[in-house]
């Protein structure tokens, strides 16, 4: 349905839009940690396949609006070596008055480095397997 909005009307249209939008995102949430949201991670291959065959402006800025939407939630998530880490970090410190030790904090950065190492190799397996099989 392609609908006409004037330009004081386009404004709370795409307010409840981009509202409806972010709301299906966050019901989709619950399928990150199951088996089928770790098959359906995925590195260029996969994010490619997303963009319609036949070009579409709205489809593009949607699809890049949902990928700017996933980078930024995956940054805040507590990981030591995201940004979500070193806030949490931060947050420890003030509730504490204390600094972790530098040996903590390289730790710490190492498992992180580690758990992305590992999404890395997750997303690039699966792309793999989607073109050999």
């Known amino acids: 349905v392609h609908n006409e909005y004037g330009f004081f009307e386009s404004f709370p249209a795409g307010i409840s839009f981009g509202m409806n939008v972010l709301r299906g995102y966050v019901s989709d949430f619950q399928y990150v940690f199951s088996s089928e949201g770790a098959q ?5 291959a996969s994010i490619g396949s997303l963009f319609p065959a036949e070009w579409d402006w709205h489809e593009f800025w949607l699809m890049t609006a949902f990928l700017s939407i996933i980078l930024a939630f995956m940054n805040i998530l507590p990981i030591p070596a995201l940004d979500g880490g070193h806030a949490l970090f931060l947050l420890a410190e003030m509730i504490t008055g204390k600094q972790p030790s530098d040996k903590f904090m390289e ?24 073109f050999v099989f």
């Open 40 to 44: 359906s991670v995925g590195m260029f």
């Open 107 to 130: 730790r710490a950065q190492m498992i992180g480095m580690l758990l992305i190492l590992g999404l890395f190799i997750l997303a690039m397996y699966n792309d793999l397997m989607k």
